[in-house]
């Protein structure tokens, strides 16, 4: 504990260098004196990071659990923010992509229920509208938006397209949701917005559904855990279903989909062969013959339209619903009874700003290794991520009070789902039409453009929000492992609580204090590591 001599000068500097904006005290989740939102800062400042939150849903049909799973995921991460920090005026337009699949006509054998998982969980979509509505952001400004199958919309929990989505999320929540199949030359061109695709394999312009990367839009990405022919299908191809019909259609293979010429990239089949004559010698399974979907430079082709389409993409969250997940095919069919893919009630959600990254560590939690998977060799060739080795990405669990504790991948439960992704049945090599990808991958083996680096020095970051009711969150970062101690004081240099105190990992750390039991007034917090301490001030206002 410090002296009170030693006290009294540590909060003098930290008064001196403490925090100077005039910031509105949070009372509540409406901000209607600020007007501004946005991830919370702690995931927003690490892009590299990826986020995971345990569920406890006891059964999938249990509405009430996954909206609120949903609701709480909104107001933990999803926060009032200032203009100074760079919040998102809560006046912008919030296009939420959801993963609204095409279930087709499939067999009578399957029932309705049967197939109702293969998308993102209604209830859990819901629930961050709602929560999201808390901020002060109207419902009519949320727009859900997928271009196939909306016959399928009103079955999924979503709404009916053709009737102001009523009858599911979107007429509760006031969202817009409706047909937006039409192709370009067809589609109303206030319904699309187009983007430049500078340095693109395959498009040289991508036609996105309004408001979807329109300017003064926050785009909301809410992806599925489920097995698909492309590995495992979450943030990276969710978004693909942004896209104008037939402009959408990622996974055609190696051939140019039904497009207007000026929008393709002229020299992009040299391109991706260029590229994929030297990734078959180093990515598995990539020596797969054909040109189809189902080859390695049909998926090469899907990858670079992948890439092209996330370099472009302006995403203000990349979160992937695993309340309960799916294998098989990505659709209904799979390797269960009656020819059927097998639902898990995996109980977590991944979240964080890098949908490769995001999608990274949800294959590895599905049990497969994610070095075995084209789109993560090419993302990291393309300058995407740093790293595609699952180890090397900071991983934390993010936790019921808000607070971010750094966690090694081994503490998680993984779930194997099984996918039908390049097959090796060629080459006189057998393997089940559902299979794990899960052989070890010697990644040292593979150069990077530039690993995650560890911070390289000791830094405590001003407490946000600040002044604050009754939360506040408190960043740390230390270069090496070791004891770390943080402690609260009041304005009389007496220790009031304290909310780290042991070993951690090297990287960066975050710590929430809950106010409930205190009064209003000046505190003062202390990181000690080592040698080094720091103080810092922050005033709580009830």
């Not at 659990?65 to 200032?82: M, T």
């Not at 083996?445 to 560890?454: A, C, F, L, N, R």
Request: one cysteine or more.
């Amino acid at each position: 504990m410090l002296s009170r001599r030693d006290f009294l000068k540590a909060a003098a500097v930290a008064g001196s260098a403490g925090y100077s904006k005039t910031v509105h005290s949070l009372t509540s989740r409406r901000q209607d004196s600020s007007g501004f939102f946005g991830v919370h800062p702690f995931i927003e400042n690490h892009p590299e990071a990826v986020f995971i939150i345990k569920t406890n849903v006891d059964r999938k049909d249990n509405s009430e659990a996954k909206y609120q799973a949903g609701f709480d995921l909104a107001r933990s991460v999803i926060v009032p923010r200032s203009e100074e920090d760079g919040g998102v005026p809560i006046s912008n337009l919030i296009p939420v992509k959801p993963n609204l699949t095409c279930r087709g006509k499939w067999d009578s054998k399957w029932t309705e229920e049967d197939t109702k998982g293969v998308v993102s969980d209604a209830d859990f979509v819901e629930g961050i509208i709602d929560g999201m509505k808390e901020l002060g952001i109207d419902g009519s400004q949320f727009f859900i938006r997928e271009v196939n199958c909306p016959e399928d919309f009103e079955i999924d929990g979503f709404g009916d397209p053709f009737n102001n989505g009523e009858g599911g999320v979107a007429g509760r929540t006031g969202a817009e949701l409706r047909d937006m199949t039409d192709e370009i030359g067809v589609i109303n061109e206030e319904d699309v917005v187009w983007s430049d695709v500078p340095g693109g394999y395959y498009f040289s312009k991508i036609p996105h559904l309004a408001p979807v990367n329109a300017p003064d839009t926050w785009l909301l990405n809410i992806a599925k855990l489920k097995a698909h022919g492309m590995g495992v299908t979450q943030s990276v191809k969710n978004l693909q279903g942004t896209v104008v019909h037939n402009y959408q259609r990622f996974g055609s293979g190696y051939r140019w989909i039904d497009m207007e010429p000026e929008h393709q990239n002229p020299n992009g089949f040299m391109d991706i062969i260029t590229s994929y004559r030297k990734n078959k010698e180093v990515i598995p399974r990539w020596d797969k013959s054909g040109q189809s979907f189902d080859s390695g430079l049909g998926m090469e082709t899907w990858a670079h339209m992948s890439v092209d389409n996330h370099s472009v993409l302006k995403t203000g969250l990349n979160i992937v619903e695993a309340i309960f997940s799916r294998d098989g095919n990505g659709f209904v069919r799979g390797p269960g009874e009656n020819g059927l893919s097998q639902e898990f009630l995996t109980n977590f959600i991944i979240l964080g700003m890098n949908p490769f990254y995001v999608d990274n560590i949800g294959h590895w939690l599905a049990a497969h290794e994610p070095g075995n998977f084209g789109l993560f060799h090419i993302a990291q060739q393309r300058g995407m991520i740093d790293t595609f080795n699952p180890h090397e990405i900071p991983v934390y669990e993010w936790m019921p009070d808000g607070t971010a504790v750094q966690t090694p991948l081994e503490e998680f439960e993984r779930t194997p789902l099984v996918t039908y992704y390049l097959r090796r049945n060629y080459k006189g090599q057998t393997e089940d039409e559902y299979h794990l990808c899960d052989e070890p991958f010697d990644y040292p083996s593979i150069s990077v453009k530039d690993k995650i680096t560890e911070p390289k020095a000791i830094v405590l970051n001003q407490n946000f929000p600040n002044p604050f009711n009754p939360f506040t969150s408190i960043e740390y970062a230390i270069p090496g492992d070791g004891n770390v101690q943080l402690e609260i004081y009041n304005a009389a240099g007496q220790v009031v609580d304290v909310l780290v105190n042991g070993y951690q990992r090297s990287g960066s750390h975050m710590a929430v204090w809950n106010t409930n039991n205190y009064s209003s007034g000046v505190y003062f917090y202390r990181l000690s590591f080592g040698s080094y301490s720091e103080l810092k001030k922050m005033t709580l206002l009830k």
